[in-house]
Nanobody, 118 residues
Framework: VQLQASGGGLVQPGGSLRLSCAASGTISRINAMSWYRQAPGKQRELVARINSSGSTNYADSVKGRLTISRDNAKNTLYLQMDSLKPEDTAVYYC?????????????WGQGTLVTVSS
């Protein structure tokens, strides 16, 4: 199983980006999917999580600006990022709890860099 993240880039403050994370390989079921981020010199932090039924939770710092969603038919996770701020600059990582057959395991994507700067 692999997670492939994409969609990062350079954007001006107030702008938007959409991150994607596609899961591939032998997959029988995906439970929770999440986006984390790590800014330079800081610890990795949870940005948003969505469970298999679609319930979501967000870090307080991103509520109302970032929206997590998933397409279960495509095994793909998204993060719509609006009203971006310089403090959103970080490497964004996707995470998912996936069962190839019966046992669930944790998987991480490779990270995609988001830079918010004028």
């Amino acid at each position: 199983v692999q997670l492939q993240a994409s969609g990062g880039g350079l954007v001006q403050p107030g702008g938007s980006l959409r991150l994607s994370c596609a899961a591939s390989g032998t997959i029988s079921r995906i439970n929770a999917m999440s986006w984390y981020r790590q800014a330079p010199g800081k610890q990795r932090e949870l940005v948003a999580r969505i469970n298999s039924s679609g319930s979501t939770n967000y870090a307080d710092s991103v509520k109302g600006r970032l929206t997590i969603s998933r397409d279960n038919a495509k095994n793909t996770l998204y993060l719509q990022m609006d009203s971006l701020k310089p403090e959103d600059t970080a490497v964004y990582y996707c995470h998912a709890v996936i069962a190839e057959f019966i046992v669930f395991k944790d998987y991480w994507g490779q990270g995609t860099l988001v830079t918010v700067s004028s």
